[in-house]
């Protein structure tokens, strides 16, 4: 977290929180609620500036309900998740994995499929989709528990939800990870939230002032 931004929380203690407002998609963007409307639904707005992105992210966790926030100087700023907390992406070099803000974890906790074909993670910076444009990158690092790359019929199979007795890994070998494959397991989309303790449309609590 900013400096500038601890002393604002510390010198403005009280400020209410904002609900509503900011919106993370599916690709790792932020969205802002634009004023304009549309059919009297709110209209969001891709936020392109990359000092303010950056800013987002360098401010960016969960509180303890699993509600995940962008404190803006004393104010949090409650996001609104259409997937995941995270994105996560390969880097350039393509040897390791960072988040949407750029943070790089140094170990995978675990690896999952869902029921839409989204390829998600688990690290200790928290919980993830992976960046639809790696997904091929992904797949190529599939393997059987003998290390050997999954084949097409294999590969099409595990995408379907067909696990069977023949359990799929990650490899990660020649990654900048911790570890040299981890298991991938099946996971419905709908229970991604309970599962890893995150809510997608925060609200706030009884009591907790908000504007």
């Known amino acids: 977290m900013d400096e500038i931004v601890k002393r604002a929380m510390q010198k403005w203690p009280n400020v209410p929180n904002v609900f509503g407002w900011l919106r993370l998609d599916r690709r790792g963007n932020w969205l802002v609620k634009s004023r304009a409307a549309r059919e009297g639904q709110p209209v969001f707005e891709r936020i392109t500036n990359a000092a303010v992105i950056e800013f987002i992210g360098r401010n960016y966790q969960p509180d303890e309900r699993g509600r995940w926030f962008f404190q803006n100087g004393p104010q949090r700023v409650f996001v609104t998740l259409d997937h995941t907390p995270l994105v996560y992406r390969l880097s350039t070099s393509g040897a390791g994995i960072e988040t949407h803000t750029g943070a790089r974890p140094r170990a995978l906790r675990s690896a999952w499929l869902d029921d839409a074909g ?57 990654m900048d990870l911790d570890g040299t494959r981890i298991a991938v397991a099946r996971i419905a989309s709908a229970a991604l939230p309970a599962r890893f303790g995150f809510d997608p449309a925060p609200r706030p609590a009884p009591g907790e002032p908000d504007c």
Do not use: K, Q
């Not at 998600?120 to 444009?133: A, K, N, T, W």
């Open 118 to 174: 989204h390829f998600l993670i688990e690290s200790e910076l928290g919980p993830g989709v992976m960046l639809d444009r790696d997904l091929p990158s992904i797949e190529e690092r599939l393997i059987d528990r003998n290390g050997i790359p999954l084949d097409e019929s294999a590969l099409e199979g595990l995408l379907a939800g067909a696990l069977g007795d023949e359990p799929a890994y990650l490899n990660l070998t020649g």
